[in-house]
C-alpha cells in the first residue's frame, strides 16, 4: 500500500498573509484526511514562517488524524515534538533564509546530536524518519542511527522533469537508495517538489511506500479543489 502524505503548510501560509484566523489549517487537516490522504505533515520551522505552536497543538490533539510533524534536529524542537507526541516525526535540515527545504540532513557532520534525537523519539513510540538526498552513505548512516525510516529528497529529480530534462541517472540513484534502503529494513519515503507527473513517474520505484507532498497539492487546490487533488493522487499511486 502506498501512502500519501498532505503537507498543509502553505495553507497556514495563506492565513498568515493577513494575519488572521482564515484558512484554517486544523480544517485543511481534516479534510484531507477525509478525501482519503493518510497521513498529514506539517513543518514547524523555527522562525514559525507557517505552521505555528497552536496550529501543532490543536492537530495533534485530533486522534483520527496520523500526524507527521517535521522538525530541525535540535533539543527546543525535540522537546516540542515529545510534549505533542504527533505519531512521527521527520528530521529535516534547515537554515534560516531559504525558501524551502533545499537537501537532505548532513548525517555525517550531525550524526551523534541526529541519534540521540531518534533514541528519544524511539523511546516515546514515535516513528522516525530522515530526511535526506539520495546517497548510499547516508542510508548506512540512517540504519546506523536507528531510524525507522528515511525520505529521500526529490527535489532534483523534480526539477528535471519539470524543465523536461533527462533525468534518467537521477531516477536510477533514487532506485538503488530506495532498493538498498529497504534490504536493511528501512521504509522508503519521498518527497520534495512533487506534483502529478514526477509522482507518476517515481511510482515505479516499488520500494518507496509513502509520498509527501505539499506545495503542489495546496497549490493546485486553489483551482480544483482538495478533494479532487488528493483523489487523482490517490488514483495515480494504486497504478
Ligand atoms: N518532505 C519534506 C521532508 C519536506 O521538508 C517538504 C517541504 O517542506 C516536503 C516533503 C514537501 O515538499 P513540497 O511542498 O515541495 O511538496
Redesign the pocket.
Known sequence: MINLGV?I?HVATVRNARGEKHPNPSTAAKNAIKFGANSI?I?LREDRRHINDNDLKIISSIKRIPLNL?IAANSKMLKIALKYKPNYV?L?PEKRQEI??EGGLNLKKNKKKIKHAVQKLNNSKIRTSL?INPSINDIKMAYEIGSDCV?IHTGKISNLIKAKKNFKKEFVKIKKCAIFAKSLNLKVHA????DYKTTKTLNQIKQITEY?????IIGESIQHGLKKVIKKFIKILKK
Open positions: 503537507n503548510d505533515t513543518h517535521e521527520c529535516v524551502t527545504t530526511f525520505e518527497g520534495h517538489g512533487l509527501n507532498i505539499g506545495h503542489f
